[in-house]
T-cell receptor, first 116, second 109 residues
């Protein structure tokens, strides 16, 4: 089966610019996650969707970050305006249901963002 | 607060030596514990979960609720085990994963 797809793989922008990332989860997976992984740290959940509804966005900096999953399939994450501290790898993951704690999350290759 | 601690940033061992990657957690309840692994130039993937009580690629991990630990062990390390290992817990209703900072395992020939 095809895995989680993300684009672009790399992005370099200047601070105060905007940027958008795209994610296509595994077909049929109801739950989609966006994580931020800063160098030297583990992934941190930014937002979790169940179909096209938000389940958890408690750690999303809502003054500059936004995300949507309009049709319950693919998703975009946007940063506007970007700050230096947003430099990180942005990981997208999906899981079949998202309602069971034992469920495996399948990760994409990530988008590496550098803000100058 | 929910937290996962991996005290070692780097663990270097020789091929054939035993390996133990440490993981401690803080959670008020009964969490699910996982080990995820990222090999060079590959994406993050599940290695094993405590509820399955399985051995994957020779690795095992036992949940010790008294010590709130979930250490990953392998009796004889192989060079192909070299990778970044992340311990994670899932708790609450949303299947949210909380990751540790990771341990880089380097197996020397």
């Amino acid at each position: 089966e095809a895995g989680v797809a993300q684009s672009p793989r790399y992005k370099i922008i200047e601070k105060r610019q905007s940027v958008a990332f795209w994610c296509n989860p595994i077909s049929g997976h109801a739950t989609l996650y966006w994580y931020q992984q800063i160098l030297g740290q583990g992934p941190k959940l930014l937002i979790q969707f169940q179909n096209n509804g938000v389940v958890d966005d408690s750690q999303l900096p809502k003054d500059r970050f936004s995300a949507e999953r309009l049709k319950g399939v693919d998703s975009t994450l946007k940063i506007q305006p970007a700050k230096l501290e947003d430099s990180a790898v942005y990981l997208c993951a999906s899981s079949p249901e998202g309602t069971r704690r034992q469920e495996t999350q399948y990760f994409g290759p990530g988008t590496r963002l550098l803000v100058l | 607060a929910q937290r996962v601690t991996q005290p070692e940033k780097l663990l270097s061992v020789f091929k054939g030596a035993p390996v133990e990657l440490k993981c401690n957690y803080s959670y008020s309840g009964s969490p699910e514990l996982f080990w995820y692994v990222q090999y060079s130039r590959q994406r993050l993937q599940l290695l094993l979960r405590h509820i399955s009580r399985e051995s994957i690629k020779g690795f095992t991990a036992d949940l010790n609720k008294g010590e709130t630990s979930f250490h990953l062990k392998k009796p004889f390390a192989q060079e192909e085990d070299s990778a970044m290992y992340y311990c994670a817990l899932s708790g609450g209703a949303t299947n949210k994963l909380i990751f540790g900072t990771g341990t880089l395992l380097a197996v020397q020939p």
